[in-house]
């Protein structure tokens, strides 16, 4: 590992309490579907009415780059319904729930699969994982009348995206993560970075966020690369991240990091070199894919608070396979806010669910458990969900107007353990 330099030290503890928030990214750019025409007249659209019946369709990865991040998404989901329903489900009856595989690969399955799950009758979509599958469903979903709403998108394209007031995420953007992952870099002591990432709206954002930042506190991006995930190989850019000596390299990337490291490695400033810095779309258990000791040392940020045990073993109940939880915080939250967002509507359609989302996540009496929740609604009370991700308080936007975002370093075995928890606000 070379020496570091601590010119950067001092500069670098700033305090990102008052960050703006603006978060996991796509594939390569999309072209948003045309809006679906909305029918129904202005009154209607006023007055919205459901069938009924809550059904919640999932569109999360369980193929492709993102496919790591399928289980602990499908289980946080999951583990809602189940208790939601036990506690007497939404407007006297049982949710429904409709799954389809968003793919965040190439090709993109993910339109037709929206379709399957509209046609299901999906009063809300949970997913995509991947901010730019979620850019190419936007139109169709919320087009439709219906709740387009992400645990894990972080892409700042969604705070100005014309979404009829029906897209929200339970992820912050990447204007917080960029912004603690630039901090920690700048603190451990670096002055001279290169980044590599993904060509997309995700690896953009973040790559740009956190070049911003470091530059701010006088650092250096001595090279910033974006290349095609769906390349056979990175040499070419792997190369003008080495030509250009960094002291540190910040990789943006989803599963292919498996395919980059080793190309670092050969040109002498992989992990054992340089130090290394991963984000949420890379942040895995790379046991037994990686040679034991490759990720040694290696950090990495993604966003959510700690989990206490108690839903740590609640998940793992519903999935015992589990061996990652990213994102099922979220997940979890995304659909229990959804459930409590239409029983404060009294209606199980997508506009009335929409119209409440923001209205129960803050500014009334705080609760933290679905049945807690309804029954303070059903007394006719306000209420504040806050949740196991974060307190969950959404902005005008739909997104979080806090979060904590996880720092963490890989062992010898290439998992990694946590060493410190930063939360951010408006």
């Known amino acids: 590992m070379r020496l570091r330099s601590r010119s950067l030290r001092a500069a670098a503890v700033v305090a990102v309490s008052a960050l703006v928030l603006a978060a996991c990214g796509g594939e390569d750019e999309p072209t ?18 459901g069938d009924g019946t809550l059904t919640i369709g999932t569109l999360l990865p369980q193929t492709g780059d993102l496919a790591f991040l399928g289980p602990p998404e499908f289980a946080g989901v999951d583990l809602a319904v189940q208790e939601i329903n036990e506690a007497g489900g939404v407007l006297g009856k049982p949710v429904k729930q409709v799954k389809a595989d968003s793919g965040d690969g190439t090709p993109n399955i993910a339109p037709q699969e929206t379709t399957n799950l509209l046609d299901s009758g999906a009063d809300v979509v949970i997913g995509a994982a991947s901010s730019s599958v979620s850019l190419s469903v936007i139109d169709k979903i919320t087009g439709a009348g219906v709740v387009h709403y992400s645990p894990a998108n972080t892409s700042t394209a969604f705070d100005t995206y014309d979404d009829k007031g029906l897209y929200f995420r339970t992820a912050p953007s990447d204007v917080l993560q960029g912004a603690v992952l630039a901090n920690l870099v700048a603190s451990d002591g670096f002055s001279n970075i290169a980044i590599l990432a993904r060509q997309d709206s995700y690896g953009e954002a973040l790559a740009n966020q956190v070049e ?7 650092g250096t991006v001595v090279e910033k690369v974006f290349y095609n995930a769906d390349a056979s190989q ?14 540190a390299v910040i990789l943006v ?3 292919e990091l498996t395919k980059i490291v080793p190309a670092l490695n050969a040109k002498g400033i992989g992990p054992q070199d340089v130090q290394a810095y991963l984000v949420d779309g890379n942040a895995y258990d790379y046991g037994g894919r990686l040679p034991n000791g490759t990720l040694e040392g290696a950090k990495a940020t993604y966003p ?12 793992l109940e519903v999935d015992p396979k589990l061996d990652s939880f990213t994102y099922g915080p ?5 659909t229990i806010t959804t459930a409590l967002a239409a029983e404060a509507a009294g209606d199980d359609s997508g506009e009335a669910i ?6 129960i996540t803050r500014d009334g009496e705080k609760c933290t458990e679905y049945q807690q929740c309804l029954d303070l609604l059903k007394d006719g009370g306000d209420i504040d969900y806050d949740g196991v991700s ?3 308080e959404f902005n005008e936007t739909g997104s979080p107007s806090a979060a904590t975002i996880g720092i963490f370093e890989y062992q010898a075995d290439n998992n990694f353990v946590n060493i410190d928890y930063v939360t951010g606000s408006t």
């Open 32 to 49: 948003a579907e045309e809006p679906a025409s909305g029918g129904g007249s202005s009154e209607e659209a006023a007055a919205p009415k």
């Open 212 to 218: 911003m930042v470091f530059e701010e506190q006088g």
């Open 234 to 247: 990175y040499n070419a850019e792997v190369d003008k991240i080495a030509a250009a000596d960094p002291e």
């Open 253 to 255: 990337t989803f599963e």
């Open 304 to 315: 959510g608070a700690e989990l206490t045990g108690d839903f740590r073993k609640r998940l």
């Open 330 to 334: 979220e997940s979890y939250d995304a």
């Open 354 to 359: 929409g119209a409440e989302l923001i209205g």
């Open 390 to 392: 974060s307190p969950l």
